[in-house]
């Protein structure tokens, strides 16, 4: 038998176990945090965490990518409560990421108390407000989740109608961002992707809309047409304007175009920001 005896920094140790690491099933970056930071903390965390028969991992799988012989588990829990507890003047302390140092903090600890409260709380949390299983919700970053809206009040029932309706829209494009846009009390459609209108939509629009305020002898702008300003005459170019929804898609517009005007992109930017 052939070993190996290796010294050095843990992130000496990571960087060796990577190298050797190249036959049979390559192991994963918890599992090589496994490897590095072995020790009673870890070897407790695995018994929790990583045990493909304990009764809740079906639960945690809601919300968790990964398969516990894998360590995905395990890695998530971990992710999670070592950016609440790990500070970054911590972290640069160990000189190394928040999950590594969090590992190596807790390396000689006979108990998981800690991570076994704070990941169960998130998962309480998140199984709280949202009640319902979608395949979406699998893999978000619930600890980040949490830690932003968990002092805010929700009413289950209020949400799931809100999930609901999102999820029936044809013009909500990531599933994905539904939940954070309803916990932030839908304000960041970024996090929808809407579909916006296509470039064939833009240029008719556009054509129509210009040529309409070149015989009025007003911007093509509707918003700069009613200022007092320098610009109530100005014909914007196609490349100056943004395509918007006249009745806003929180409203009900339809993202066609019956439903599009062109706005200079000040005033589309201004506009967006009300």
Known sequence: MLVYECEGEESDIKEWFKTINIVGIPLNEQELLNAIYSGPFVTAAKAEFSNSKNSNVQMWQTYVKGEPNRQGILSAALDWVSEVMISDEEAKKYKLPKKDSYMAKHRRDTNIDELKTYFNTVIDWASS???????EMCGLEWGRLYEIYHKNAYSPKVVHDKVMTLYADPYVKDRK???????????DKKLLNVRVFDEATKKSVYAVQTAKAQAEG????PFCAMSDNANKNKIWKLTDMDADHVTAWSKGGATDRSNCELLCKSHNRAKGNR
Do not use: A
Not at 177 to 187: A, K, R, T
């Open 218 to 221: 007003i911007s093509n702008c």
């Open 129 to 135: 407000v949202f009640d319902m299983t979608e395949s």
């Open 177 to 187: 961002g539904i939940f954070e846009y309803v916990l932030g009390g839908e304000v």
